[in-house]
């Protein structure tokens, strides 16, 4: 059973770092203040494609993603939905980083996971439970958005619904957990800001981060 469980992670790790250089490619080509989306996203793309797939110093993204693809691996590799999940870790570590240094989730990488999510979750039969958790952790950060804009971007709410899709094909509980999880954890990266006196009361951070570890601790926790 072990070597059962060992060989695919391992499999799946390998992979990790070879798409995590796609992804550190892609997230080099977000900047924080661009006119012309459409254009960057092209440019950050067609960028990604000319990459050579070898890990490059410090090796963070591609470790991370690697990371993300084996643990999911370990959890669903007897699932069909192990596919959506694996896009979502070589996905979500583009976005995380995306967001870590310039504040933005960019729509050219959200909006179509949208549909490759959706299509890939169909195999596993969840689907339905998956659109419902979809709507609702995308409406309650919607709420969330228009009570406090400044607490939360438009970014952050639709990456809210692909996380309702992802958990919600897990079960309520995997939604709830990764819905609150964010939320927790944000709260803690933020005291610790204000413990170490690196910010005050009204300083911003990245929000889009702390979702997706919310996301992959409730993949890991998944009853």
Known sequence: MVVQVAVPVAVAAVLGLIAGSYARAVADGFGADVEDHRKEARQAFARAIRTVP??????????????????????????????????AAVAGVALAVIDWRTFRLPDMITLPSYPIVLALLIPSGQLASAVIWGLVLGGVYAVLWFIRPTGLGLGDVKLAGIVGLLTGALGSQA??????????????????????????????FPFGPFMLVAALVAVLTRV
Do not use: K, M, Q, S
């Open 54 to 87: 070898l890990p490059r110093r410090p090796y963070l993204v591609e470790g991370a993603t690697a990371l993300a693809a084996g643990l999911v691996t370990w959890r669903l590799h007897d699932d069909w939905l192990l596919a959506p999940w694996l896009y």
């Open 175 to 204: 939604a709830i957990i990764a819905g609150l999880g964010g939320h927790f954890l944000g709260a803690i990266y933020a005291a610790g800001l204000l413990v170490t006196r690196r910010a005050n009361r009204t300083t911003e």
